[in-house]
Every structure is written in structure tokens, then in C-alpha cells.
């Protein structure tokens, strides 16, 4: 049943754009040919008033008409879904055979693997090859069961459509199917130019309609009277549309983000600099860490979100004021005269802690038994990640907020003021080519990496300088 329901959201989407098409036919026939060309030119001479509506008109048509087909070429051609995994694949190939097919030899004979338990998942490394990313709170990337692949940052699934969507805004029959990453920007730009449009025809219509009613001799077209209910109604939906949107632009949220906003709790794996450097900015939260950590590439056996090291609990108020006190003070109370350092590592990484196995900066619960690590080559070392997971610090931070408005609205709109209006380029926010993240981070990760020591107090770089905020 849900399968016949897509099916049947999909060919509505495909419907609507032609009546929407059919539309805005009629209008201009009405505009053109009855009101321009009959009533002002051929029925009262009347070309001052005929050739500034057709100019304006036409100006405002020509970029409305481009954003339209620029949406929908994207949504039908380019939608912004997020590549089946492997297993949904099979599945979905699987439901074209009947159930005798299935129940044959060797029909069905292979099930694919739980890719989501599997250490080699196919597209987890393009999570972890960024330094931030939106986990669950086993630090794995979220899991999309029906799509059966790792949900990229800011993903949702869209049951209109049965698929993930990026950057997901909403299922829009009206251009063709979802909106998301690569097509919001051109809904927004034709959302305005609608709005515009039907502006232009409600005053229009508006005078003539008056001046046929109210004027001897004269009588209601009633061709006017359509144009100007039809162009009521749509300008107060593309309007109401256009508003909500820059409202989402300002404060670079989504329309599923929006819900339940104020109270969202994002939990984010960041990764964490070498224990070395850790040390250096807090030795005791270097030593005893406020939050779990998991490593990758994963191996064989990494440690559930359970079993993942957690700070252990104060049982003094010395301890407290330890973890409170300043950087001097932190140093002195967890590298004292009194307990002297040793290791049995060349490297004396041990000394920091105790659950690192000598050679590897991280967990041996998380990415194994140390064996294992011991047979690891330096390369290998060099290219594993370790992450902190970590909840945003408030309800209703907004890990991708910029520092102002003007910033969220470029990120998603472009740049120029001219790419703003004209649908031309893509969003900046569909490039994800930024080894920090998918997506621009805002202050909220800065002060997130302050809040637990993975970088000095003040010294978090300022984002007005980076690229992508142009």
C-alpha cells in the first residue's frame, strides 16, 4: 500500500506542473489578446495604458517561467535523493518477481547483510573524512532502515517519495517532487516571481473589472473576473510561501528542521586532536574525558555506545574543583611531584591514559583489542579519526546557523544579489567538497569544542573569514 501510494504522489507531481502550465497559458491569453489587444488597443486606442501592463508583464513572466522550468528540470531530472544502499537495491529488485519467482530455486536464495552492524558499511567513510558530522549517540552516522544507507547531515526521509532526501524542505507537487539541496534556491526565486506575477494581475484586472462595472456602456468580462480570483489565490499561497522561505533562508533551517526546533537536541561526533594536544589545552579533561569517543575506520568488535568509556563519577570536592580550576592549577593536580610519570611506551602516551594501547592515540575499547593495533602500520595509524560524540550544549542550538543572517541566506542563495533573482547557479550549500563538514558550521560547534576542551578557550578561528561565508 505505501508502495501504490509513492507511486501515485509521484504522478501527481508530474500532473499538477501542467495544469500550473495551463494556468498561466490562460492568463497571458486573457492579458494579451482580450485586454491589451481588444479592450485597450481595438475597443478604446488606448496605448499608454496597453504597453507599460505588457512590458511589465512580460518582465515579470520571463523569470518566473525560468525558475519553473529551473525547479522542475531538477526535480524530475537531478531530485535530491540520497543514493539507495546496497540491501534497498536488492530489495526493491526483489519486488518486481512474484512470489513464486521468490519461492523458487534459487529465487531469493541471497539476503543481503546487515550493512548497518557491518565495520565496512559502504559510504561511512564519507562521514568520517570530515572533522564534524550528525551521529547517533553510538557515534555512528543515522541510519536510514528503508533506504538502507547512513543518512547524510540534515537528510530526513520523505515518505511522499519513499526516498532520503538532502537537506530535505518538503514534498512539493506543484514543481514535481521533493525539494531539497539542489532545487530549494530555485523554488524560492519562483515562489517571488509569482508572487510578483499575480501582484501585477490582481491590479490589472482590478482596475478593469471596477472600470466595467462602474463605467455605462460597458460590460464585466468575465474572462477579468476569472484572472483576478485565480491570481488572488495563488498570490496569497507563493507569498505566504516566499516569506516562510526567506524565514528559513535567514535562519538556515529547513521546513522539517523548523518542527519541534526550539527543543532539538543534535548530537554531533567532532573530531578530537591527538591526546598530546589535548593535554596541553586541559590535563585533567585530557585524562578523564566528559564524553565517549569512537575511532574509525571501525574494526572487528569496536565497543557499543554501552561500553564506551565515561567520565567517572566525582567523589570528591577536590576532584570537582580539579576539573573547574584553571589550566596551571589542572596541570599540577594530574602531573604532581608527589606521582611522577611513567610508561611503559616509548612514546609516553600512557601516562595520559591508561585505555590507550602504546603506539595508537586511542581507545583500545573502541577500535579493538591490542593485538590487533600492534599489527597495525603507520599509514593505518595515520588514517584513523577519533571522535567525540557530543550533544549540542542547548535546546534549539542549531549546529548550522551562521553568525548572521546574511551569512545562512548566501549559504543557501548564492553570493552575487544578482544570483539571488536569477536561477542560474546552484547553491553553494550543495558543494560539499569542505573537509570540516557537510554543511557550514556555526558558532554553535565553536563553543561546543570550547565547552569540552577540544581547543583552547578563544581560540576557536572566526567562521566571517572562511569561504563559505563569502
Excluded at 519486488?95 to 559510504?123: C, F, L
Aim: aromatic residues 12%.
Amino acid at each position: 500500500m505505501a508502495d501504490r501510494n509513492q507511486v501515485v504522489n509521484l504522478w501527481t507531481a508530474r500532473f499538477i506542473p501542467l495544469v500550473l502550465a495551463g494556468v498561466v497559458g490562460y492568463a497571458t491569453y486573457v492579458l494579451v489578446a482580450l485586454l491589451c489587444v481588444n479592450y485597450l488597443l481595438v475597443q478604446h486606442h488606448d496605448k499608454s495604458a496597453a504597453i507599460p501592463i505588457l512590458v511589465i508583464y512580460f518582465l515579470l513572466f520571463i523569470p518566473m517561467a525560468a525558475s519553473f522550468f529551473r525547479v522542475l528540470y531538477f526535480t524530475i531530472f537531478y531530485p535530491p535523493y540520497v543514493p539507495l544502499g546496497p540491501a534497498a537495491i536488492r530489495d526493491r529488485e526483489m519486488k518486481g518477481k512474484t512470489q513464486s519467482e521468490e519461492d523458487g530455486i534459487g529465487a531469493g536464495a541471497y539476503r543481503p547483510g546487515n550493512y548497518r552492524n557491518d565495520v565496512d558499511s559502504p559510504g561511512l567513510e564519507l562521514f568520517y573524512s570530515k572533522d564534524v558530522f550528525v551521529c547517533e549517540q553510538n557515534g555512528k552516522p543515522i541510519w536510514c532502515s528503508n533506504c538502507g544507507n547512513w543518512k547524510p547531515d540534515r537528510a530526513h526521509h520523505d515518505s511522499s517519495s519513499g526516498r532520503c532526501i538532502a537537506r530535505m524542505d518538503h514534498f512539493c507537487p506543484w514543481v514535481g517532487g521533493p525539494v531539497g539541496e539542489n532545487n530549494f534556491k530555485f523554488f524560492v526565486q519562483f515562489t517571488f516571481w509569482t508572487a510578483l506575477y499575480c501582484l501585477h494581475l490582481i491590479i490589472v484586472m482590478a482596475i478593469y473589472v471596477h472600470r466595467q462595472l462602474t463605467v455605462r456602456d460597458e460590460n464585466l468580462n468575465h474572462h477579468f473576473a476569472a484572472i483576478l480570483g485565480l491570481a488572488g489565490f495563488f498570490f496569497m499561497f507563493t507569498a505566504s510561501m516566499t516569506g516562510t522561505s526567506a524565514q528559513l533562508l535567514i535562519t538556515n533551517r529547513t521546513s522539517v528542521e523548523r518542527l519541534g526546533a526550539k527543543t532539538k537536541i543534535t548530537t554531533l561526533a567532532i573530531k578530537r586532536p591527538p591526546l598530546e594536544e589535548l593535554a596541553t589545552i586541559h590535563p585533567y579533561i585530557a585524562h578523564n574525558p566528559s564524553y565517549d569517543v569512537i575511532t574509525y575506520p571501525l574494526e572487528p568488535g569496536h565497543a557499543p555506545a554501552s561500553q564506551l568509556r565515561q567520565v567517572p563519577p566525582f567523589t570528591s570536592s577536590a576532584e570537582l574543583d580539579e576539573y573547574n580550576n584553571p589550566l596551571d592549577q589542572a596541570r599540577e593536580s594530574s602531573v604532581g611531584p608527589e606521582e611522577p610519570v611513567t610508561s611503559n611506551s616509548p612514546t609516553g602516551e600512557g601516562a595520559l591514559t591508561p585505555s590507550v594501547t602504546p603506539g595508537n592515540n586511542h581507545p583500545s575499547g573502541v577500535v579493538g583489542n591490542g593485538t590487533s593495533q600492534e599489527r597495525m602500520s603507520a599509514r593505518d595509524l595515520n588514517a584513523t579519526k577519533t571522535f567525540a560524540i557530543l550533544n549540542t550544549l542547548e535546546p534549539g542550538d542549531n549546529p548550522w546557523a551562521l553568525e548572521s543572517g546574511l551569512a545562512n541566506w548566501k549559504s543557501v542563495m548564492g553570493t552575487d544579489v544578482f544570483d539571488w533573482f536569477l536561477p542560474i547557479h546552484q547553491s553553494p550549500c550543495s558543494y560539499h567538497e569542505d573537509p570540516e563538514s557537510h554543511f557550514a558550521l556555526g558558532p554553535v560547534v565553536d563553543r561546543l569544542r570550547e565547552q569540552h576542551s577540544l581547543v583552547a578557550a578563544g581560540t576557536a578561528p572566526s567562521r566571517r573569514s572562511r569561504k563559505w561565508l563569502f
